[in-house]
């Protein structure tokens, strides 16, 4: 596993001036490897239950014209996940991704809701393409009209007090990539009933919104997910205090890696993952902490509320 790992980060160091400029006149390809890794993303089915993914791969080795002679291509092949237990090392199945060529990003706003999104040549501000996937009971994509020239400025939060807001869903998408920056997101209407997104920008009643770090909103229920003076807060859409974390004497960016979301009703805080319950309360200990270790063991651990410590890679998923 270790020398597979090697490999792979050496084959692809060497590429990437290859990568660059593409590969003129491959031909006579020969396959030399070839295998599965793990990911570095988890999606939250329940309390005891995540999706990892994983990625299927081979080097080929090839005639390349630009450096006069043989030389080999790392490819990723294809995507799959796998629903396993936090608690104890166990997989209950595999899961294929849909099919979906495009260079995308993930990120789950919902209970086994995953988005699919491709940003534009503006950054991650701007999303072209977008398309849904309920992860654990689906395979099908829902691909929805993207509105990339419109801003949704709507007062949805006053909209919602006079009982107007209907098949309409408010998120948020993060910069997966970006951990440090932990401000970075965006907020999103999704009009379910047109089938269309547009970005919005809070305002009036909604204004204080845009200080949140996630929110969760659907129809008849709201929620500000942010940081201050040492603690995790959620609020309500009247700016009631729903629940509370304390950070143990030392705010987000020195203690959890400014790492601060919603997954589902789960609460990502750093590596730990919190239990959110219906009325708002944040659970008093973490269901289990989550480390990838891709660039050195290829696992993923995980360490539940139990005390035990549960390994993931490709050595142990079938």
């Not at 929110?215 to 509370?244: A, H, P, Q």
């Amino acid at each position: 596993m270790r020398n597979r790992m090697s490999k792979f980060f050496a084959v692809t160091a060497s590429l990437t001036c290859l990568c660059m400029w593409g590969c003129m006149g491959c031909s006579d390809e020969k396959v030399t490897d070839s295998g599965t890794s793990i990911g570095r993303h988890f999606y939250m089915v329940d309390d005891s239950t995540i999706m990892l993914d994983f990625f299927n791969w081979e080097t080929v080795e090839f005639y390349s014209s630009y450096i006069q002679g043989r030389d080999e291509e790392f490819r990723v092949t294809g995507y799959l996940a796998y629903l396993v237990n936090v608690n104890r090392d166990t997989v209950y199945k595999r899961i294929d991704f849909p099919k979906y060529e495009m260079k995308e990003s993930i990120d789950q706003v919902d209970d086994d809701l995953i988005l699919y999104y491709v940003q534009g040549k503006n950054g991650f501000s701007n999303i072209i393409e977008l398309a849904a996937w309920k992860f654990a009971t689906d395979k099908t994509l829902s691909y929805i009209d993207v509105n990339s020239e419109h801003i949704d400025s709507t007062d949805y939060l006053a909209e919602i007090h006079k009982g107007n807001l209907k098949n309409k869903k408010i998120f948020s998408l993060h910069e997966m990539n970006l951990p440090l920056e932990y401000k970075s997101r965006f907020f999103y209407v999704w009009d379910i009933a047109e089938k269309s997104i547009a970005r919005w920008k809070p305002t009036g009643e909604s204004a204080w919104m845009a200080e949140c770090n996630d929110i969760r909103w659907t129809e008849g229920m709201f929620r500000c997910l942010d940081e201050k003076n040492g603690k995790i807060l959620i609020t309500d859409e009247n700016k009631k205090n729903l629940g509370s974390l304390e950070l143990k004497g030392c705010g987000l960016p020195e203690c959890y890696y400014n790492s601060l979301r919603f997954y589902g009703n789960y609460i990502g805080v750093g590596h730990q993952i919190y239990k959110m319950y219906e009325d708002g309360e944040i659970g008093n200990m973490p269901l289990f902490e989550i480390n990838f270790e891709e660039f050195t063991s290829g696992r993923t651990v995980l360490y539940p509320s139990s005390g035990d410590t549960v390994y993931y890679s490709e050595d142990n998923i079938e």
